[in-house]
């Protein structure tokens, strides 16, 4: 072999080097070996982590109008973030009092790095606040702080069980777990020292607040007060007196009356118990609940929530979190406390992960076997040794690379596996073909039969890699949601390849046996299988009559167009990504600004029936006052800031998704109209959220309205919502950005009454805030509480319904003369100020809807052509934006949403798809040193589409991202058998072979291992193909590949025929 290894190129030179080195044992040892420690030890999540560095500023004025909070606080923020380096989107909302900057950087942009940017713009800017504003508060909205673990307590019993304590205990175990990171209570009722002031006998005592609030504040002081030195000893002295308990505090002196102390207790009902109520948060227990109920299906509850700290296994850290919450049940939890996981993403992704490794090991055993069948076991033995060899190197360079095992990476590698099998596929065929006519000499046969199929199986390889590079260029989170696919299908591809050079021809030197034949050159025709014969009997006829060619290209042709005219008929419908079929969905609860927390409650109850009535309900957690516990599509929804006795919010899980039939988007299609029906009867806007099946968005339909007046713009949002969106087919869950008119009343101090009265009004407003909104006074000092005790001082609920009860409130003047709050202040009813929102530093108004069942991109398209066509009522005529900045100086509408990253993504991935074209293209031309030859190569990429489209249409299945990508990996797939086609062409005819004999025996001789890769690449994918987000992934495989490989095998042979004769006629001119 030495004296020939100058003959050999790099294929050769590898095969030759490993066919009969000890070397290739080691090799595949350690490909195990690493395969399965990277296994074991890469994290696991459901998706592939996406960073997007946020953070939320809050910035208070106390006192300021929204308008103010607009003009001297989100004006100026978003003015100085904005130009931030990195910065993709500032979000601004102004309220009464309060300003909130939402900072949101490009995707991929270093999450520290850009936090320290922001802290330290905002920190050097602090000069530029205006006066009476308070400390700027940074808060990161960070992926890694989403819980993916929830455990409720709940109990039935009296004063909820003291359910947050409890709560809290079991936290402080849970949180010592390695591998978690944030961890918190949400929900339970905290423990309060009340103080219920009696205005009544505070004004017969002449009592303030201001006087109990001194007193409180005075003795409720323990401070080191230096030491005792004596007798060679120091004894450390403590002064003061700790408040501990509730009879502590009714025991303060807050005042004298007729020279006999007045004690707190005598002007207040002090108590200590759980705090008044403001929010509220409960389980509750549907049909498919298979643990003990309470006797209202509801019951009070305390959830801790826990996050996992970035870069470990959400597997194993919720399992090591539960085993510690059994361990420590017994001693830690009460009797009577019900616990429930309501949420456990680590084994949600463990399910994910071995659900699509079974589609995996039966994607593997389906291609066995088709080897099996076209190669005999033995050769179909040596190509399946390769398979788990590729992919344990493919697992082993992910964890090297910092990659996680998730749904995407498995996708991809069940992508590759039809693919990755082809070079073993190439390899072992030729070497079969090799010993089947040459015989003698096996080790220097298998070399040559390498060294053969070398140039151009290194060539086909690389134009699929090149096909799926480009991918990594796709911009915002559809970039790193699918960049395992172009990560781990070009590993897996060079993997291939090394191994087919391998490890294939040392297994098929020992295992391989074939009895050989003595016919040198061509294959004769009595070799020759059925298919052969079949094939070379079609392309015979289609060589030798002309007329024959002609019209099988035009009914190609015409194939073509009515293929390609599908979209335009709506037989071939277009979407972002389907829903997926999940195990949880969300409901918001949005009553009318003003609604009090009782009739929100309510109404959350009764949503709360109607979920619970769905026999797929297994337990439902509703938050009332506040939202629930955030999830990362809440997170990049801004869910987290919504607050009030208005809102609230409701997390169902169902049963697990393999133990019923209906999927959770039927679920949620069945409890639409009940809930909209609801709806209508409370007044409450009711959404229902489903878990997007990609990167997650505001609202799958959102329409930007900007414009010069924001009266006008909040009068256009409301007509375009019920004159366009709620008109529209399919469109639900409508809602905008501009609250509903609700009743405040300003209470305005007479200042020159109140001055000569000797009454600040600084003094009055402190006053009425304490009474109505309460005041906490310090806290008891308790050593087992987890959580501060406050002192909270407020008037009763009675004593605070309304208006008329501020006839109540006093003052007590320097002199000591009582000074009623009716003298000094009037009271004003008048309509509460609106905030106003923000995008990019423009005044924006949002309107929202979701999609039923049907794609968004029908939906806008609707309301585009209605408002293309029509003014809103008002008269005004929207112009109408997709991609570019509106123009502000005239009213105009930008559509976002789900319609944005689908215009962005199907933009990306179409750039992808045509730089991989360009790329295959040089490549081929370098290889070739032809510029014609190469499209020739590359003419089956457009016959792709005659069996994508049909296929996608007979599957009932939208034209989604992945089908995208799916039509992406088609361009190397058949560009990879055209160029095995046309090098086997011109390797017969550079030994001397006629061109019709050399197109005719090229096919022939690459027929079986063309369709047996296709067949590999079709078996592989099916198991995706009734998954609901790759579904689409694997119509454009399965009949793409079908078509395209059928096509190729015949029109690109012709084709060079049709091209090559017709260079001779011209040389013989």
Not at 145 to 157: E, F, Q
Not at 169 to 188: F, I, N, P
Not at 684 to 711: F, M, S, W
Not at 927 to 953: E, K
């Amino acid at each position: 072999m030495d004296k020939n290894n100058h003959k050999l190129n790099l294929a050769g030179r590898i095969a030759a080097y490993f066919i009969d080195s000890k070397l290739t044992l080691l090799v595949m040892a350690f490909a195990f070996l690493a395969g399965v420690f990277a296994f074991l030890v890469t994290p696991r999540e459901e998706n592939p982590k996406i960073v997007v560095p946020a953070a939320n500023v809050i910035v208070q004025k106390p006192g300021a109008s929204p308008a103010e909070i607009e003009q001297l606080i989100v004006k100026p923020l978003e003015a100085i973030l904005q130009g931030l380096a990195g910065v993709e989107h500032t979000h601004g909302l102004a309220l009464p009092s309060l300003g909130v900057v939402s900072v949101q950087f490009k995707v991929g942009q270093p999450k520290e790095e850009s936090l320290v940017k922001l802290y330290d713009r905002i920190m050097s800017n602090r000069d530029r606040m205006p006066p009476g504003t308070l400390q700027p508060l940074v808060k990161p909205a960070d992926v890694d702080d989403v819980p993916i673990l929830t455990v409720s307590l709940s109990c039935a019993g009296p004063q909820d069980c003291r359910l947050r304590h409890v709560a809290n205990d079991v936290l402080e175990h849970l949180r010592r777990v390695e591998g978690t990171s944030l961890a918190y209570v949400h929900g339970g009722r905290r423990r309060a020292i009340g103080v219920a002031l009696d205005l009544e006998r505070m004004r017969a005592f002449n009592v303030t607040l201001s006087d109990i609030r001194r007193v409180v504040e005075a003795t409720n002081v323990d401070i080191p007060s230096g030491a005792f030195v004596g007798g060679n000893r120091v004894a450390a002295v403590q002064a003061g007196g700790m408040l501990r308990t509730a009879s502590d505090v009714g025991d303060l002196v807050v005042a004298l009356a007729a020279h006999r102390p007045v004690y707190l207790k005598q002007v207040a009902a002090v108590t200590d118990g759980p705090e008044e109520i403001e929010r509220a948060h409960r389980i509750g227990y549907g049909p498919a609940y298979s643990g003990r109920k309470p006797g209202g299906y509801e019951a009070p509850a305390a959830t801790i929530a826990i996050a996992k700290r970035a870069g470990s296994n959400a597997v194993t850290v919720a399992e090591e979190v539960l085993r510690e919450l059994d361990r420590i049940r017994p001693t830690v939890i009460p009797q009577g406390v019900d616990v429930n996981v309501t949420r456990n993403d680590g084994a949600k992704a463990d399910d994910a992960v071995n659900t699509l490794m079974e589609h995996l090991a039966i994607a593997v055993a389906t291609v066995v076997l088709l080897l099996v069948f076209f190669l005999g076991w033995r050769a179909a033995g040596v190509v399946t040794v390769t398979i788990p060899l590729i992919l344990f190197i493919t697992l082993a360079v992910g964890l090297i690379a910092g990659q996680s095992i998730n749904r995407i990476t498995l996708f991809a590698v069940i992508l590759s596996l039809g693919l990755l099998v082809d070079d073993s596929i190439v390899v072992i065929e030729n070497i079969f073909r090799h010993y089947a006519r040459k015989g003698a000499d096996r080790l220097r046969h298998a070399v040559a039969a390498v060294n053969e199929i070398g140039r151009p199986t290194n060539l086909a390889t690389f134009t699929v890699i090149l096909a799926f590079l480009p991918m990594f260029w796709v911009t915002g989170m559809m970039g790193p949601y699918m960049a395992p696919i172009p990560f781990n299908v070009p590993v897996a591809m060079l993997t291939s390849l090394v191994i087919a050079y391998t490890v294939a021809p040392w297994a098929a030197y020992r295992f391989l046996k074939v009895r050989g034949h003595e016919h040198e050159g061509l294959a004769h025709e009595e070799h020759r299988g059925f298919l052969e014969r079949h094939y070379a009997r079609i392309m015979n006829r289609l060589i030798a009559d002309a007329k024959a060619r002609r019209n099988f290209f035009i009914g190609i042709g015409v194939v073509m167009l009515l293929v390609l005219s599908m979209p335009a008929f709506n037989l071939v419908l277009f979407k972002m990504l389907p829903k997926n079929n999940t195990n949880t969905f969300n409901l918001t609860i949005d009553m009318p600004e003003g609604t009090s927390l009782e009739e929100t409650d309510r109404v959350a109850r009764l949503v709360g029936d109607v979920v619970r009535g769905h026999p797929q309900v297994q337990t439902y957690e509703t938050t009332v006052g506040e939202s629930g516990i955030i999830d990362f599509n809440g997170l990049l929804r801004g869910a987290g800031l919504k607050q009030g006795p208005h809102v609230a919010e409701m997390r169902v899980n169902l049963r697990d998704k393999h133990d019923r039939r209906a999927s959770s988007v039927d679920i949620v299609r069945e409890l639409r109209k009940p809930i909209a029906e609801l709806a209508a009867v409370t007044g409450a806007n009711i959404k229902l959220v489903e878990d997007p099946a990609g990167p997650p968005v505001r609202a799958t339909i959102l329409a930007e309205l900007y414009g010069p007046d924001y009266a006008t713009l909040r009068k256009l949002a409301a007509e375009l919502r019920a004159e366009v969106f709620e008109k529209t087919a399919d469109v639900v869950d409508t809602d905008d950005s501009v609250t509903d008119d609700w009743t405040e009343y300003r209470l305005t101090v007479d200042r020159e009454r109140a001055m000569l009265a000797g009454i600040a009004p600084a003094q009055v407003a402190e006053t009425l805030n304490a009474f109505l909104a309460g005041l906490d006074a310090g806290t008891v000092h308790l050593e087992l509480e987890r959580e501060p005790v406050p002192i909270r001082f407020r008037i009763p609920a009675a004593d605070r319904a309304g208006p008329g009860d501020l006839r109540k409130i006093f003052f007590t003047n320097p002199q000591g003369r009582q000074v009623a709050l009716t003298d000094i202040a009037r009271v004003e009813k008048q309509t509460a100020p609106k905030p106003i929102f923000h995008k990019d530093q423009y005044p924006v108004v949002y309107v929202t809807g979701e999609l039923g069942s049907t794609s968004q991109v029908y939906a806008v398209l609707k309301m585009w052509n209605y408002l293309r066509a029509h003014e809103l009522p008002s008269g005004v005529k929207l112009t109408q934006y997709f991609m570019a900045d509106p123009d502000t100086t005239g009213y105009s509408v930008r559509w976002d949403g789900e319609m944005r990253l689908t215009l962005d993504v199907f933009r990306d991935l179409g750039s992808a798809f045509a730089v991989a074209i360009v790329l295959i293209y040089l490549t081929l031309v370098g290889y070739y040193r032809s510029f014609m030859t190469p499209l020739i190569v590359m003419g089956a990429i457009p016959l792709t589409v005659v069996g994508v489209l049909p296929g996608h249409a007979l599957m009932g299945q939208y034209f989604t991202a992945t089908s995208m990508i799916g039509v992406i990996a088609l361009a190397g797939i058949v560009v990879r058998n055209s160029l095995l086609l046309i090098d086997f062409i011109l390797e017969y005819r550079r030994a001397g072979h006629a061109l019709r004999e050399a197109v005719l025996q090229a096919g022939v001789v690459r027929l079986r291992p063309i369709l047996l890769t296709a067949f590999a690449i079709i078996l592989g994918t099916f198991v995706m193909a009734f998954d609901p987000v790759f579904g689409g992934l694997a119509v454009s495989l399965i009949y793409g590949t079908f078509a395209s490989t059928v096509l190729t095998l015949l029109v690109i042979p012709l084709v060079y025929f049709i091209y090559e004769q017709r260079v001779q006629q011209a040389a013989h001119r």
